[in-house]
Protein backbone atom coordinates (compact mmCIF):
# COMPACT_ATOMS: atom_id res chain seq x y z
CA UNK A 1 0.00 0.00 0.00
CA UNK A 2 1.22 3.47 -0.99
CA UNK A 3 2.34 5.57 1.78
CA UNK A 4 2.10 9.78 1.35
CA UNK A 5 3.61 12.44 3.21
CA UNK A 6 2.54 15.80 3.03
CA UNK A 7 5.06 18.88 3.05
CA UNK A 8 4.79 22.48 2.06
CA UNK A 9 2.45 24.03 4.46
CA UNK A 10 3.25 27.08 7.04
CA UNK A 11 2.11 30.90 8.05
CA UNK A 12 1.40 32.83 5.37
CA UNK A 13 -0.38 36.53 5.11
CA UNK A 14 -3.99 36.93 3.56
CA UNK A 15 -3.22 37.22 -0.31
CA UNK A 16 -0.05 35.09 -0.29
CA UNK A 17 1.00 31.45 -2.11
CA UNK A 18 2.10 28.47 -0.42
CA UNK A 19 2.95 25.17 -2.85
CA UNK A 20 1.98 21.78 -0.80
CA UNK A 21 3.94 18.70 -1.89
CA UNK A 22 2.53 15.02 -1.80
CA UNK A 23 5.68 12.44 -1.91
CA UNK A 24 4.12 9.04 -2.45
CA UNK A 25 6.47 6.04 -1.76
CA UNK A 26 6.10 4.39 -4.71
CA UNK A 27 5.14 5.23 -8.59
CA UNK A 28 1.09 5.88 -9.08
CA UNK A 29 -0.98 3.33 -10.86
CA UNK A 30 -2.22 5.30 -13.80
CA UNK A 31 -5.70 4.24 -12.97
CA UNK A 32 -5.60 6.54 -9.89
CA UNK A 33 -7.12 9.66 -8.49
CA UNK A 34 -4.65 12.23 -5.53
CA UNK A 35 -6.77 14.77 -3.79
CA UNK A 36 -6.47 17.49 -1.81
CA UNK A 37 -8.86 17.30 1.35
CA UNK A 38 -8.66 20.32 4.77
CA UNK A 39 -10.14 20.15 7.64
CA UNK A 40 -10.13 23.01 10.36
CA UNK A 41 -10.67 23.13 13.83
CA UNK A 42 -13.87 21.93 14.73
CA UNK A 43 -15.19 21.33 11.03
CA UNK A 44 -15.34 18.31 9.11
CA UNK A 45 -12.78 17.28 6.89
CA UNK A 46 -13.49 18.92 3.20
CA UNK A 47 -12.63 17.96 -0.58
CA UNK A 48 -10.59 20.60 -2.04
CA UNK A 49 -8.77 19.47 -5.39
CA UNK A 50 -8.09 16.21 -7.50
CA UNK A 51 -5.97 15.13 -10.30
CA UNK A 52 -6.59 11.83 -12.43
CA UNK A 53 -3.36 10.64 -12.48
CA UNK A 54 -3.34 9.41 -16.09
CA UNK A 55 -4.96 12.15 -18.13
CA UNK A 56 -3.96 14.65 -15.56
CA UNK A 57 -8.28 15.67 -15.42
CA UNK A 58 -8.47 17.94 -12.14
CA UNK A 59 -11.59 18.51 -10.14
CA UNK A 60 -11.76 21.64 -7.91
CA UNK A 61 -14.04 22.56 -5.06
CA UNK A 62 -15.85 26.01 -5.34
CA UNK A 63 -13.98 27.68 -2.65
CA UNK A 64 -10.75 27.41 -4.46
CA UNK A 65 -11.48 27.24 -8.15
CA UNK A 66 -9.00 29.92 -9.80
CA UNK A 67 -6.90 30.03 -7.17
CA UNK A 68 -5.37 26.65 -6.09
CA UNK A 69 -3.98 24.55 -9.34
CA UNK A 70 -3.10 20.52 -8.90
CA UNK A 71 -0.65 19.24 -10.47
CA UNK A 72 1.41 15.96 -11.04
CA UNK A 73 5.03 15.74 -11.67
CA UNK A 74 6.84 13.83 -14.36
CA UNK A 75 8.58 11.15 -11.63
CA UNK A 76 5.25 9.89 -11.36
CA UNK A 77 5.31 9.98 -6.98
CA UNK A 78 4.83 13.80 -6.69
CA UNK A 79 1.42 15.72 -6.35
CA UNK A 80 1.44 19.77 -5.93
CA UNK A 81 -1.63 22.28 -4.60
CA UNK A 82 -0.08 25.37 -5.59
CA UNK A 83 -1.96 27.70 -3.48
CA UNK A 84 -2.58 31.32 -4.65
CA UNK A 85 -4.75 34.05 -3.27
CA UNK A 86 -5.05 33.00 0.22
CA UNK A 87 -7.37 33.66 2.44
CA UNK A 88 -8.37 33.22 6.25
CA UNK A 89 -10.82 30.48 5.66
CA UNK A 90 -8.31 28.18 3.83
CA UNK A 91 -6.54 27.69 6.90
CA UNK A 92 -6.95 23.77 7.95
CA UNK A 93 -4.80 21.04 8.06
CA UNK A 94 -4.62 19.65 4.06
CA UNK A 95 -4.00 16.55 3.41
CA UNK A 96 -3.18 14.19 0.46
CA UNK A 97 -5.27 10.80 -0.75
CA UNK A 98 -4.92 7.73 -3.15
CA UNK A 99 -8.10 6.44 -4.67
CA UNK A 100 -7.80 3.70 -7.09
CA UNK A 101 -10.60 3.83 -9.91
CA UNK A 102 -10.93 4.55 -13.84
CA UNK A 103 -14.03 6.09 -15.13
CA UNK A 104 -17.08 6.14 -13.51
CA UNK A 105 -16.16 4.43 -10.80
CA UNK A 106 -13.67 7.23 -9.43
CA UNK A 107 -15.98 9.27 -6.67
CA UNK A 108 -12.60 11.95 -6.70
CA UNK A 109 -14.68 14.56 -3.73
CA UNK A 110 -15.52 11.86 -1.89
CA UNK A 111 -13.36 11.29 1.42
CA UNK A 112 -14.57 7.70 1.82
CA UNK A 113 -13.27 6.13 -1.75
CA UNK A 114 -9.59 7.25 -0.70
CA UNK A 115 -7.87 4.40 0.71
CA UNK A 116 -4.23 6.04 1.55
CA UNK A 117 -4.11 9.09 3.23
CA UNK A 118 -0.85 11.42 3.92
CA UNK A 119 -0.26 12.95 8.06
CA UNK A 120 -1.28 16.11 7.17
CA UNK A 121 0.30 19.34 7.08
CA UNK A 122 -0.86 23.00 8.56
CA UNK A 123 -1.47 25.69 6.58
CA UNK A 124 -2.59 28.85 8.76
CA UNK A 125 -3.48 32.43 6.45
CA UNK A 126 -3.79 35.16 8.91
CA UNK A 127 -5.16 38.92 8.48
Known amino acids: QVQLVESGGGLVQAGGSLRLVCAAS????????VGWFRQAPGKKREFVAA????????NYADSVKGRFIISRDNDEKTTYLQMNSLKPEDTAVYYC????????????????????WGQGTQVTVSS
Open 97 to 116: ARQYCSGNGCHESSESHYDA
Open 26 to 33: SRSISNSV
Open 51 to 58: IRWRERST
